[in-house]
């Protein structure tokens, strides 16, 4: 496909368990993003990486928090012991990684933690 | 990034334009103005972004006053798809830092 594609659209988990949210961003696109959306708030930045590497980890909220990029192209969040707290809309973005450039957003995934 | 302020919320009548304002009087002079818009349930959708140059695209016009204190965005015949909620976001240009720092936006309803 020709945008962002983050899979799955909807996921719902236990309190406690360990979910991987993916994201294919856009072919070529170096530049990587995750965020992350609560209700009624506008999207937080989570990382941002470029190529392969996590240019920028400061928005993960603690150690449960994970995310790789290990060939440059798919990325993976992945959640270790979710809490209700972490129930929110993921938010992918790619961008050509070139100066001043737009970010492309995928539709997010829904997660919600029961 | 320097901090914006919008307003809440405005509504506006299908067919005309739709003036949308930005505060972003702390803005340095390496820094861009951006404007996203999230319909429901979708991504955030680039808009358009500029300097100090007013600049206009297919979408919209970005407006931005003398000393960059504030911008408008312009959508220049609003439809009912242009409901959604509208971000203005400042940026420091550059490789070195891509984040966008989103904040509560405007939420623009278009009513027929």
């Known amino acids: 496909g020709a945008g962002v594609s983050q899979t799955p659209s909807n996921k719902v988990t236990e309190k406690g368990k360990y979910v991987e949210l993916r994201c294919d961003p856009i072919?070529?696109?170096?530049?990587l993003y995750w965020y992350r959306q609560s209700l009624g708030q506008g999207p937080e930045f989570l990382i941002y990486?470029?190529?392969?590497?996590?240019?920028?980890d400061s928005g993960l909220p603690n150690d449960r928090f994970f995310a790789v990029r290990p060939e440059g192209s798919v990325s993976t969040l992945k959640i270790q012991r979710t809490e209700r707290g972490d129930s929110a809309v993921y938010l992918c973005?790619?961008?050509?990684?070139?100066?001043?450039?737009?970010?492309?957003f995928g539709q997010g995934t829904r997660l919600t933690v029961v | 990034d320097a901090k914006t302020t919008q307003p809440t919320s405005m509504d506006c009548a299908e067919g005309r334009a739709a003036n949308l304002p930005c505060n972003h009087s702390t803005i340095s002079g390496n820094e861009y103005v951006y404007w996203y818009r999230q319909i429901h349930s979708q991504g955030p959708q680039y808009i358009i972004h500029?300097?100090?140059n007013n600049e206009t695209n297919e979408m919209a016009s970005l407006i931005i006053t003398e000393d960059r204190k504030s911008s408008t965005l312009i959508l220049p015949h609003a439809t009912l798809r242009d409901t959604a909620v509208y971000y203005c976001?400042?940026?420091?240009?550059?490789?070195?830092?891509?984040?966008?720092?989103f904040g509560a936006g405007t939420t623009v309803t278009v009513r027929a």
């Open positions: 976001i400042v940026r420091v240009a550059g490789n070195s830092d891509y984040k966008l720092s």
């Open positions: 990486f470029q190529g392969t590497g996590a240019a920028d």
């Open positions: 072919s070529g696109h170096t530049a």
């Open positions: 500029g300097l100090k």
């Open positions: 973005a790619s961008s050509p990684g070139t100066e001043n450039t737009e970010a492309f």
